[in-house]
Nanobody, 127 residues
Framework: QVQLVESGGGLVQVGGSLRLSCATS????????LAWFRQAPGKEREFVVG????????YYADSVKGRFTLFRDNAKNTAFLQMNSLRPEDTAIYFC????????????????????WGQGTQVSVSS
């Protein structure tokens, strides 16, 4: 069982930045693909960014490409989502997700493909 704990959300003005963290309790010897999703009020949960288990291949939704960056600190079993140039439409609850994977270069982007989820962290961008 993998546990994911997000942190780093908050209120920021348009154009500002936030860094979200996803601390994982990964089992030794197991490899996981990670992703961030977000869900705004009244909307479905949507894919933001995902990577393969190596962390060397990362894929972004068009809406965040060039503004958001996903990276991992494997020594700390933590993934980060650096969010720059934030917009009001980025306001949502952000969720970290993980699933077992050993395929290099392959990422997952649909909610049903992930077995483990964090509790979510709220990001609000004010105009």
């Amino acid at each position: 069982q993998v546990q994911l704990v997000e942190s780093g959300g908050g209120l920021v003005q348009v154009g500002g930045s936030l860094r979200l963290s996803c601390a994982t309790s990964e089992r030794a010897g197991r490899t996981y693909a990670l992703a961030w999703f977000r869900q705004a009020p009244g909307k479905e949960r949507e894919f933001v960014v995902g990577d393969d288990w190596t962390g060397n291949y990362t894929y972004y939704a068009d809406s965040v490409k060039g503004r958001f960056t996903l990276f991992r600190d494997n020594a700390k079993n933590t993934a980060f989502l650096q969010m720059n140039s934030l917009r009001p439409e980025d306001t949502a609850i952000y969720f970290c997700a993980a699933r077992l994977s050993d395929t290099v270069g392959y990422y997952y982007w649909q909610t049903y493909e992930f077995d483990y989820w964090g509790q979510g962290t709220q990001v609000s961008v004010s105009s």
